[in-house]
């Protein structure tokens, strides 16, 4: 009996929720039939103008529709103006939308991407009808043919230059629509290796950023700009061009464009050599050989053809020069023609060839200020004939070359030995000169100079001879001091930074300790070691390299005390 009753209560429970569910779909049904959710606005627009849609919402059901929100969604490229190009997204909260209501939403949208295509934006309208607890939605969509750019902007190169050979882009602008545009603003994008050299309309930035203030409908302007690409043969550059209008408040691209140039093989063929070391590190006092290659790639004979390569770098030493050339020390520019190489009066189809020259790297920095860092040395080469071939429009043939190299910094250690050292505030105890089987302290300085560039990871290292023991640390001008391993009776010194020219221009970096030796009977008239030979490794932030140096070993001769006299150094009994 029981279990009827349950049975027969489950079933009316069921029966409940299938009438239920059934009522809410009749009901959303219902509703959703007397819901409608338009969208109007021009079949066709340009792009970069803006213009309005109207949403409207009418409510013929007899719910009232509580917590109603409208979400506007855009297609790609598309941006609601006065908002970032990014939120492609509107919600707005409309509230209660009352039986028999009618709501009109108004927004202004632009088109920036998508020339001569159909984009489709949506309107999802989200609600809770007063009758039923739950939510619903209605969507409605809407397509837009999208024309040409209302701002056209063009870019003219030549498709082909040769390396390091002027030549024009013209940049040209029009406004194809019926609106009048203010406040544009042309923006390029050069390849880095573009040299810019003149133009027909002044840059109001960088030569690279012009204000072109208003343009009337139907209006179109142009100018040119001239300059060189340097590159590999047969490589691609791009050239790219934007133009931004505000709008509310924000700025949007509405036209860009770009050009690509392509690299033709050099008519002449120039390569520079150092030592025959790509990416050789120049150290001071260092003898360089330059080795200057052409190659004629024409199929003519190119006659009378000069090269020059142009000096420049402060660590040249330009008084060791040795050519065959002529040196002009008037811009130090070394000259090669057929009067110095008979070789050069005529360079047959396809004929390769060479001229050098040598120099020596100065001995010294020349530092005077701190500006005075990170040494290049450059040598700008150029071979040229006025033999042009057929297939070119120019008054003459030329190949370009450059070569830069760094110049390594330079670490300096100095370690001096002092007994006497009152200057520092060390007082050294025990007898000197050393006596045998009693303890003699000394003040040991470490001094580093940093020459030309800034160095990292700095490591001093040295062993303490057999009878010498480490003391303490006195003091050091840096975050870091020494340590001592008495395992191994060794001390190191590790700093992280020296920055370029200290201890050149400003104190050098210094470490102050203190040791103590007691030498034994077998050094009696001979000076007692106390230090191995110290060495000191860095990096050269600038090239790269590792940058070393040694010192001498130290005794208790103290040649860098002025108090002692070798004599003196000597253990005694």
């Known amino acids: 009996m029981f279990s009827k009753k349950v049975i027969i209560s489950f079933l009316v429970f069921v029966g409940v929720v299938l009438i239920g569910t059934a009522l809410i779909f009749w009901n959303r049904n219902r509703i959703g039939q007397d819901l409608s959710v338009e969208i109007r606005g021009p079949q066709q627009v340009f792009l970069g103008v803006p213009f309005d849609i109207n949403i409207s919402v009418v409510n013929k059901s007899r719910?009232?529709?509580?917590?109603?929100?409208?979400?506007?969604?855009?297609?790609?490229?598309?941006?609601?103006?006065?908002?970032?190009?990014?939120?492609?997204?509107?919600?707005?909260?409309?509230?209660?939308?009352?039986?028999?209501?009618?709501?009109?939403?108004?927004?202004?949208?632009?088109?920036?991407?998508?020339?001569?295509?159909?984009?489709?934006?949506?309107?999802?309208?989200?609600?809770?009808?007063?009758?039923?607890g739950a939510r619903f939605e209605k969507k409605a969509t809407f397509d837009i043919s999208i024309g040409q750019p209302a701002l056209s902007l063009d870019l003219i190169t030549p498709q082909k230059v040769l390396s390091g050979d002027n030549f024009e882009i013209t940049v040209g602008y029009k406004n194809n629509s019926d609106i009048e545009f203010s406040n544009l603003k042309l923006r390029l994008q050069y390849p880095p290796s573009f040299t810019f050299e003149s133009t027909t309309l002044k840059a109001d930035e960088d030569n690279n950023v012009w204000n072109l203030g208003s343009l009337r409908p139907g209006s179109e302007k142009d100018f040119t700009i001239n300059g060189n690409i340097i590159g590999p043969d047969n490589s691609f550059f791009e050239f790219r061009g934007f133009i931004e209008s505000e709008f509310s408040g924000q700025t949007y691209t509405v036209s860009d464009n770009l050009a690509t140039i392509s690299i033709l093989p050099s008519p002449f063929s120039l390569k520079i050599s150092l030592?025959?070391?790509?990416?050789?590190?120049?150290?001071?006092?260092d003898s360089l050989r330059y080795t200057i290659s052409y190659v004629n790639n024409t199929d003519v004979t190119l006659r009378d053809v000069i090269v020059t390569a142009q000096l420049s770098g402060e660590m040249f030493d330009l008084p060791t020069i040795r050519t065959k050339g002529v040196f002009r020390s008037l811009d130090n520019t070394i000259i090669w023609n057929a009067a110095t190489n008979p070789e050069l009066a005529l360079i047959s189809a396809n004929q390769s060839g060479s001229v050098d020259f040598s120099i020596r790297a100065k001995k010294q920095y020349p530092i005077r200020r701190l500006s005075d860092r990170n040494f290049t040395l450059k040598v700008s080469a150029q071979i040229e004939s006025p033999t042009v071939p057929y297939f070119l429009a120019a008054d003459k043939t030329i190949g370009l070359a450059n070569i830069s190299n760094k110049v390594s910094g330079d670490i300096d250690l100095q370690t001096i030995g002092l007994f006497r050292d009152a200057a520092s505030g060390i007082i050294n105890q025990g007898p000197f000169p050393p006596r045998a089987n009693q303890s003699t302290q000394f003040s040991i300085h470490w001094i580093i100079k940093n020459f030309s560039t800034d160095v990292s990871d700095v490591k001093v290292r040295t062993f303490l001879a057999g009878d010498t023991n480490f003391l303490r640390v006195v003091r050091s001008n840096v975050d870091s001091v020494s340590i001592y391993n008495p395992r191994r009776q060794e001390i190191t010194w590790d700093i992280s930074h020296i920055n370029a020219t200290r201890g050149v221009l400003s104190e050098p970096v210094e470490a102050i300790f203190q040791i103590e030796?007691?030498?034994?009977?077998?050094?009696?008239n001979r000076e007692a070691p106390l230090m191995q030979e110290t060495t000191i490794e860095a990096k050269d932030d600038f090239t790269g390299v590792t940058l070393t140096d040694k010192i001498r070993r130290v005794s208790s001769r103290l040649p860098d005390d002025p108090t002692v006299t070798g004599i003196e150094g000597a253990v005694i009994p």
């Open 275 to 285: 030592n025959e070391n790509e990416g050789f590190a120049v150290r001071p006092d």
């Open 63 to 132: 719910s009232v529709l509580q917590d109603s929100r409208l979400a506007v969604t855009l297609p790609e490229g598309a941006v609601f103006v006065g908002s970032p190009v990014q939120e492609n997204t509107n919600l707005k909260d409309l509230g209660s939308i009352g039986s028999g209501g009618v709501l009109d939403e108004s927004f202004t949208i632009m088109i920036l991407k998508g020339e001569n295509t159909i984009r489709q934006l949506s309107a999802n309208l989200t609600y809770s009808p007063s009758t039923i």
């Open 517 to 524: 030796t007691r030498p034994s009977i077998n050094m009696i």
